[in-house]
């Protein structure tokens, strides 16, 4: 039987691909843009992933070429833009998945919000941009449906406001423009699955941001050493925001700021979290927790929900990003990494030759290190060691 991917995140398809084979599983990928996959597709064996490709927003081209797979079992869709396409598709071809309504809720941060004030889950509501200053300073301007932190402003008085407004005219949304309160606190994200309502925490990861006002996301850690009774409590809080807001079935990575009042959701992302993630779970977690995608995408409860996980190293990993805009030349450092204590990795994210132009997200990032470590801070000093010897080069 076939599975079929429907996109996937920059890193992770060669778990999926271990995963699809461990279950007799073949995978096939359909993507509209093959460069994005190019390392893990570059180190796979030609075997072990089948790419199709074809323009994944033609959810009309897609259907027609799906139904041509004569044992098609399930789909997998593992990013916010293809979640409600993969929801929509699966409903069409009556194959298990995720409720279409439900992802078109969950993929509307203001309308997640809104469910979260309902339930006495979050201290305020989104108001509409141009009331804004409603909440009081410190806001967030955000695109509703935005991802990789694109579309998103910090607003700490009027003339930020006023900026932000007339970038937003400029800058290409996937959903529209709302405002929120602005929390202040350490950010971090909960990882879980789900399964039919019952939610399991697999562990915390810390998020390493940027100064104030760009916040770009720069290091993480996995997993994160809370408290017994506090990590506890956030298991319980985690598993009613998830139910409070809809999601039922899959993984969800929530980010969420730790105030001085106690957790507050920033965004529910319906998918295995990005970067370098999924991997940390995988070499923490003990165990090729993609493994519980194919088993969701065919209807199955996965093993991951219940069964016993732990005892792996820890994880952390540092987003390396030019000074400046410009063309990718390459890095110096690289040789470097040999030898350094976690045994720390590369991943490129970009190629020489790249034009690098966004400095204010993720978008320029030009590759991760990561490393391991007895606990998640020791593997975090490790790799920002690493990466503090790297530096990406620019013609600019």
Known sequence: MTVVLLEALTFGLGRLADAAADSGRKLVLFTGNR??????????????????????????????????????????????????????????????????????????????????YEHGLTRGRPVPVMVAEELGFPLVVKDSSGTSSRGVWLVRDQDELDRARLEAKETPLKGHLIAEPYFAGPLYSAETVTWQGRTRLLGILSRQLS????????????????????????????????????????????????????????????????????????????TNVYSAMIAMALGEEPALLTQKIGGGPGIGFVLAYPAVAGVLKGWSGLDRLPGLPGAPEWYPTASPGDEIRHLVDQRSCTGIVLAEGPTAELALHRALAAAGGITPEIDS
């Open 35 to 116: 460069d994005i996959y190019r390392y893990e597709l570059g180190t796979l064996g030609p075997d072990r992933v089948e790419v199709v490709d074809i323009d994944t927003t033609d959810i009309e081209a897609c259907e027609t070429a799906l139904r041509a797979i004569p044992d098609l079992a399930g789909i997998i869709n593992s990013t916010d833009t293809w979640a409600l396409p993969g929801a929509e598709l699966t409903a069409r071809l009556g194959l298990p998945g995720p409720d279409a309504a439900a992802v078109r809720v969950l993929r509307d941060k203001g309308a997640v919000r809104d469910l979260l």
């Open 211 to 286: 100064p104030e006002p760009v916040r770009r996301e720069e290091a993480a850690a996995f997993p994160v050493a809370f408290p017994e009774a506090e990590y506890a409590e956030l298991a319980d809080w985690i598993g009613r925001v998830l139910k409070a807001a809809g999601h039922e079935q899959g993984f969800a990575h929530t980010e969420f700021v730790l105030t001085a009042d106690g957790p507050e959701v920033v965004e529910i992302n319906i998918r295995i979290g990005g970067a370098m993630l999924g991997e940390a779970l995988c070499r923490s977690l003990g």
